[in-house]
């Protein structure tokens, strides 16, 4: 499936005890006709009113734990498949919601965000995560710095810019910040240009996946460090490579994340080593 462009794959594995391995993942991303961003498996529910337990594993066999364009292609795989549009799941990150309406545009409740230092988490203690002192080129003329940090669940830089996202090197710069000292658990990278209070542009480097056309999770972080910034309000469109998100941080504090989803093709894959065959097309 994809969510907004982003590859993902959403891997049946209900009824069994087994888990799609790292090196699984590995292989099936070296592949060009199943290379991905994340794969979502489905589990069993482990806990009473959940319809699922989701494990996000992104291309590099780690585990992530939050995916909003995930979620999104979760939720209309089990809408088309049971014929019902609410879902509640469980991840690692506790429970999402997630809901179709009837023009088929998917709503996933991200969750409340989380902005203490040790929540990112971060390897030192910032009082006021709004602007951490972080920046990457020249030390008198960084190219990007004091980036706003947030939770979702995962963790988040947005670095805002005036100018064309695109303008920025972020395949050259991505993975330095992904593993800088500072992230711990290394981290999500966002280039974010606010063109009005109800409008971002948005680029990520992933954590895990490198370069998406969508990351969900980055579009929440966005938009929260926007409004707590007073760049934006608490609800945005995100123009993002694949294509437009709404995010909305409702005053329950909950974030909501809206955009498509779409089926592309079936198969089958062995979760122990990757090897997959091709049995239907959309
Ligand atoms: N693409 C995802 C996020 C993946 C996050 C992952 N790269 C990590 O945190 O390790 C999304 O749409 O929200």
Known sequence: MNGLGNQIIVADMR???????????????????????????????????????????????????????????VVQMLSAEQGRQRFTFETVAGLLFGEEAEDGTITVDMGTPKFAWYDIPLTEEFADTRYIELQIG?????????PAVASM??????????????????????????????FPERCNISIAQVIRPDHIILRTWERGAGLTQACGTAACAALVNGARTRRTGRKATLTLPGGDLVVEWLDNDHVTLTGPAEFEWRGFFDPATGAWTRSEAA
């Open 153 to 182: 669940g995962n963790p988040h830089a947005t670095f805002w810019v005036a100018d064309d996202v695109g303008s920025y090197a972020l395949d050259r710069f991505g993975p330095l910040l992904e593993n800088h000292p500072l």
């Open 15 to 73: 009824g069994r005890a087994d888990r799609v391995t790292p090196e699984a993942a590995i292989a099936v991303n070296a592949m060009p006709e199943t290379r991905f961003d994340q794969i979502m498996a489905i589990h069993d529910p482990k806990t009473p009113g959940t319809a699922a337990y989701i494990e996000i594993i992104n291309s590099d066999g780690s585990r992530a734990q939050a995916c909003g364009n995930g979620m999104r292609c």
């Open 138 to 146: 020249p030390i008198d003329a960084p190219v990007l710095h004091s």
